[in-house]
């Protein structure tokens, strides 16, 4: 561990933005009570919900944006930061991007789309984030067939149908 010896309850700043770093951000790092870690512009492919819960790390700013103050999630970009900082600096939906952190709009594969891939297009399209309910929609571990609103045949796992009644969806 090469923070073993790093005090817990300090703030400890880790500068490790810009490199090849890939995979899950350790949860050993939970330990540490006041961390500014800045992961952006890697590999990173997964931070455990538990550092949702880290209300004093970045500066406190993980109280005010969740997760998106360590690093904007996949799917997500902040181009000037890889991670939400203010009100402003808010991360961006880009179905392109497959890793954490990430500044840019990665483009969207040009191989068929998939169940998912059509059912994250007409969230975009539709404001799914200001839908009065999106449970599961996007979520990466969770299948389709458990978003809210889309059935599926039990027998196969097709989306069937789509009830999306008074949810306050907009678009055209």
Do not use: H
Request: glycine fraction near 10%; proline fraction near 3%.
């Amino acid at each position: 561990d090469f923070l073993a010896s790093a005090p817990k309850d300090e703030i400890v700043k880790v500068m490790l933005y810009n490199n090849k770093l890939t995979g899950a951000v350790p949860k050993s790092l939970l330990s540490f009570d006041r961390m500014k870690i800045f992961l952006e512009g890697n590999q990173i492919t997964q931070l455990d919900q538990e550092f949702c819960d880290k209300k004093d790390w970045m500066g406190g700013n993980v109280a005010l944006y969740g997760c998106d103050a360590i690093l904007c999630g996949a799917n997500y970009y902040n181009e000037d930061n890889g991670r939400q900082t203010s009100g402003e600096s808010k991360c961006d939906r880009c179905r392109g991007n497959k890793v954490m952190g990430a500044f840019e709009c990665a483009p969207v594969s040009t191989g068929p789309l998939t169940v998912r891939d059509i059912l994250g297009i007409f969230y975009d399209e539709m404001g799914g984030d200001s839908w009065s309910t999106n449970i599961n929609w996007n979520e990466p571990d969770v299948s389709p067939c458990d978003w809210y609103g889309v059935y599926c045949d039990e027998e196969d796992d097709v989306v069937d149908r789509i009830t999306m009644v008074d949810n306050n969806l907009k678009g055209e």
